[in-house]
C-alpha cells in the first residue's frame, strides 16, 4: 500500500508543479530574476517533498499553491507599478561604457574582472576596445553595444534596398503535413503535391522536414536516412 501512495503522491506532485509553472509562465524555466530563482528552487524542493509524502501530502501541497501565488502576485504588481520592479526584479548597471570601466558597478554586480572578460568573450567581444557599452541585466544577462566602428554593416549603411524577411516554416515533420502551417502560407495540397514531385519525393513519408522559405517560394526537403 506504501508503493502505491508513493506512486500516487508523485503523480500529484507531478501534476502540481506542471500547474504552478504554466501559471507562472515560461519566464520561470527562461531567464530568471531574483525571486523567481529563489521561488523555482523552493517549489521544486517541495515537490519532492510532496512526491513522498505519505502522511499529510497536503501540507507541502498547500505550501506550493503558496510559492505560486506569492510569485503571480510580485509579477502582477510589478505589471502594475512600475516603480516596485526595481525592488522586485532588481535595475540594469552599466560596467562599460565610453572606454571606462565602473569598479564601483562591477562590485554591486558581485562580478570581478575575469568574470567580466569571460561574458565578453561568450558575446564574441575579445577586445574590450571594440566595446561602446556594456550593461548587466537583472536576470544575470551581459548586454553590449559595439563601438559604430566595429559593428556589422547593414544594407542601410550601404544604402541598399533591403527586402522584408519572413519566419521559415516547416510544413512536413516526421512524414507528416502540418496543415495548419501550410494554410497560414497561404499554400494548399496541390502545391505541396507538385513541388514533392519536381524534387523527385512520391511520398511525403519519405520527408523527415520539410521547411518553406517565403521569401524565396521555395520549399526544402531533408529525407529519412
Given at each position: 500500500m506504501d508503493v502505491i501512495r508513493v506512486i500516487l503522491t508523485a503523480l500529484l506532485s507531478v501534476?502540481?508543479?506542471?500547474?504552478?509553472?504554466?501559471?507562472?509562465?515560461?519566464?520561470?524555466?527562461?531567464?530568471?530574476?531574483?525571486?523567481?530563482?529563489?521561488?523555482?528552487?523552493?517549489?521544486?524542493?517541495?515537490?519532492?517533498?510532496?512526491?513522498?509524502?505519505?502522511?499529510a501530502p497536503e501540507q507541502p501541497l498547500i505550501?506550493?499553491?503558496?510559492?505560486?501565488?506569492?510569485?503571480?502576485t510580485l509579477n502582477l504588481l510589478a505589471h502594475k507599478i512600475p516603480r516596485t520592479r526595481k525592488y522586485i526584479n532588481g535595475t540594469p548597471t552599466v560596467l562599460l561604457n565610453g572606454g571606462k570601466l565602473y569598479r564601483k558597478n562591477m562590485k554591486q554586480a558581485k562580478l570581478d574582472l575575469s568574470e567580466f572578460l569571460l561574458l565578453c568573450r561568450e558575446q564574441g567581444y575579445f577586445d574590450l576596445d571594440s566595446i561602446q557599452t556594456a550593461v548587466?541585466?537583472?536576470?544575470?544577462?551581459?548586454?553590449?553595444?559595439?563601438?559604430?566602428?566595429?559593428?556589422?554593416?547593414?544594407?542601410?549603411?550601404?544604402?541598399?534596398?533591403?527586402?522584408?524577411?519572413?519566419?521559415?516554416?516547416?510544413?512536413?515533420?516526421?512524414?507528416?503535413?502540418?496543415?495548419?502551417?501550410?494554410?497560414?502560407?497561404?499554400?494548399?495540397?496541390?502545391?505541396?503535391?507538385?513541388?514533392?514531385?519536381?524534387?523527385?519525393?512520391?511520398?511525403v513519408k519519405e520527408i523527415y522536414l520539410g521547411i518553406y522559405h517565403p521569401e524565396e517560394d521555395r520549399l526544402s526537403l531533408y529525407r529519412n536516412q
Open positions: 501534476a502540481a508543479l506542471f500547474a504552478v509553472t504554466k501559471l507562472m509562465g515560461h519566464k520561470q524555466v527562461a531567464q530568471l530574476d531574483f525571486f523567481d530563482y529563489v521561488c523555482g528552487i523552493t517549489i521544486g524542493s517541495i515537490g519532492a517533498e510532496l512526491a513522498t509524502e505519505l502522511e505550501a506550493l499553491a503558496v510559492y505560486g501565488l506569492a510569485s503571480l548587466f541585466e537583472h536576470n544575470g544577462r551581459l548586454s553590449i553595444l559595439p563601438r559604430a566602428s566595429s559593428r556589422p554593416i547593414t544594407p542601410a549603411d550601404l544604402k541598399i534596398p533591403a527586402k522584408a524577411s519572413h519566419i521559415s516554416t516547416e510544413v512536413i515533420m516526421d512524414g507528416r503535413v502540418m496543415g495548419e502551417n501550410l494554410s497560414r502560407m497561404e499554400r494548399d495540397a496541390t502545391w505541396l503535391e507538385a513541388q514533392l514531385r519536381a524534387q523527385g519525393c512520391a511520398d
